[in-house]
């Protein structure tokens, strides 16, 4: 059981906006830690794809984006492709410096 | 570039220990943070513990803290992660991944499928 809670699936056609959710508590999100998130596509290691709650490393496309507030966090794509069909996981720390993941989402673009 | 590159996979007895190594380039060895990650098969990201290679402190997971150890040559640039007893419980892939200056893992190593089998 994860600490964070993220929905197991979500789907959306080419072209539409999805959102995944990430929910945690007061002793992580909303402790004020920042929340990160990953891809990962079959038979590879995750990929950074948003640091620090909003952020985007050099080479995510802005289509992507992410938001927080206090105890829950979001990841939205849009403008579905079928590239970004991959499992997404939300991480951050709690209030002992542990880190913490959400248990995953998989993304299905129909 | 900037990478990690693990070593390769390993096929262990219950009960038996293994110690997978990290070895960075591209980058100030000593200047961030190595974590170790695990992901059994089909399931979710685990995380371990982390190791400063500047110190060699450490912190571990509630979970692993009587069974794993992190450790680092500074002169070889590589980190280590330790795990013993282990069960079929711990059949997994183990990633070594930096820890950016903002928390986040910002380079991941290839990983390093471990299997325990009797």
């Known amino acids: 059981q994860s600490v964070l809670t993220q929905p197991p699936s979500v789907s959306g056609a080419p072209g539409q906006r999805v959102t995944i959710s990430c929910t945690g508590s007061?002793?992580?999100?909303?402790?004020?830690?920042?929340v990160h998130w990953y891809q990962q596509l079959p038979g590879t290691a995750p990929k950074l794809l948003i640091y620090a709650n909003n952020n985007r490393p050099s080479g995510v496309p802005d289509r992507i984006s992410g938001s927080k507030s206090d105890t829950s966090a979001s990841l939205a794509i849009t403008g579905l492709q079928a590239e970004d069909e991959a499992d997404y996981y939300c991480?951050?720390?709690?209030?002992?410096?542990?880190?913490?993941f959400g248990g995953g989402t998989k993304l299905t673009v129909l | 570039q900037v990478q990690l590159v693990q070593s390769g996979a390993e096929v262990k007895k219950p009960g038996a220990s293994v110690k997978v190594s990290c070895k960075a380039s591209?980058?100030?060895?000593?200047?961030?943070?190595i974590h170790w990650v695990r992901q059994a098969p089909g399931q979710g990201l685990e995380w371990l513990g982390w190791?400063?290679?500047?110190?060699?402190?450490?912190h571990y997971a509630r979970k692993f803290q009587d069974r794993v150890t992190m450790t680092r040559d500074t002169s070889i640039s590589t980190a280590y992660m330790e795990l013993t007893w282990l069960t079929s419980d711990d059949t997994a892939v183990y990633y070594c991944v930096r820890d950016d200056t903002g928390d986040a893992y910002d380079i991941w190593g290839q990983g390093t499928m471990v299997t325990v089998s009797s």
């Open positions: 190791t400063n290679p500047k110190s060699g402190g450490t």
């Open positions: 591209g980058y100030t060895f000593s200047g961030y943070y």
């Open positions: 991480q951050s720390y709690d209030i002992n410096l542990n880190v913490v």
């Open positions: 007061s002793s992580n999100l909303g402790a004020g830690y920042a």
